[in-house]
């Protein structure tokens, strides 16, 4: 075990996964990250690591071929979109993607050979991306490719993934709705108000999946309480679950003030959240644990959200 029992991934090349600077998802979103880090005096407690490229056999694992050329040759022209309009070919967006995953495949290998008991990967949590297209600011579902990773590469079978991000991780939950050893728990501003528009309560898994999911659609103007009080239920589901790995999708834009949603939380939601999956994962994995970034819109907010989420990890 190293020094320090939690890793964070970030550097330009992870840096360098946005979508330029009129985009909502621009580039100065892992600066933000790091400046709430400096602030909370977290850095020496951590121990840095450098972003890392996958290779395209990483990408298989969850996505087909025909996608992965077309990101490939739209990357190179950096001309027009991925998908209908959200996520532009922005140049050289392949190779940051890539690192996207490669990242947080590093943090899963390090995790899984116990040089660190969890991990953090501000740019990262792309869980709009499905295994033919693509969506919502998301190019490679590195969320979906950790999990399939975690079982080719590393034989584990129950992994947990709970998001908070306030959008509904479809990329996620709909690869995996039958699939009855991914255990979900998805906290989301509710489908009718926002993007992508899924997500329902009665949306549990199906056949033998059936009642391995748990949605949670929340109103608009949600806040600390309302999530609580929400979480207190979704705990005892996950501590009945007993999974080999956990991953939190720890998307920032739940917080009050992002300009793109209408949920309400503050840092203190993303501080029990994680304070919970940390105690569960070290009672039942070893502590085995990996957050990543998600969305997050106001720099304010990202620069509040994860660095509690980080310290939480500790
Ligand atoms: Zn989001």
């Known amino acids: 075990m ?12 992870l840096a360098d996964y946005h979508f330029g600077e009129e985009h909502a998802f621009g580039p100065l979103r892992h600066q933000a990250f790091l400046d709430g880090m400096d602030r909370l005096d977290l850095n020496c407690q951590v121990e840095w690591l450098q972003p890392v490229q996958c290779d395209v056999q990483h990408l298989r694992f969850f996505h087909n071929n025909d996608f ?10 950096g001309v027009g979109f991925l998908d209908s309009g959200d996520t532009p ?6 190779e940051a993607a890539s690192t996207v995953v490669g990242s947080v495949l590093d943090l899963v290998d390090r995790i899984m050979s116990k040089q660190f008991r969890r991990g953090f990967a501000p740019i990262a949590g792309l869980h709009h991306g499905f295994r033919d297209h693509c969506s919502g600011f998301c190019v490679f579902n590195d969320c979906g490719i950790a999990i399939q990773y975690l079982r080719q590469q590393h034989h584990l079978q129950k992994v947990l993934y709970v998001d908070i991000d306030a ?3 479809d990329g996620v939950f709909y690869n995996y709705e039958s699939d009855s050893n991914l255990f979900i728990v998805d906290f989301h501003e ?6 992508p528009g899924t997500g329902d309560a009665d949306e549990m898994g199906t056949g033998p999946a059936y009642g391995t999911k748990m949605n949670f659609p929340m109103p608009k103007r949600a806040n600390d309480d309302d999530f609580a009080r929400l979480w207190a239920e979704a705990e005892v589901f996950i501590q009945s679950v007993e999974p080999e790995f956990i991953i939190l999708q720890c998307g920032a834009d739940s917080m009050k003030g992002d300009p793109i949603t209408d949920l309400e939380y503050s840092e203190k939601s993303y501080q029990l959240a994680t304070e919970s999956l940390c105690r569960i994962a070290d009672e039942v994995c070893e502590g085995r644990l990996i ?16 660095p509690v989420v980080v310290r939480a990890m500790l």
């Open 2 to 13: 190293s020094q320090s029992s939690v890793a964070i991934i970030a550097g330009s090349q």
């Open 68 to 77: 992965i050329d077309m990101v490939k040759q739209r990357s190179e022209s």
């Open 89 to 94: 070919a922005r140049k050289g967006i392949f």
């Open 167 to 169: 959008h509904h991780g």
């Open 190 to 195: 509710d489908g009718r108000f926002l993007y």
């Open 291 to 306: 957050a990543l970034g998600g969305g997050g819109y106001n720099m304010e907010n990202i620069s509040l959200a994860w």
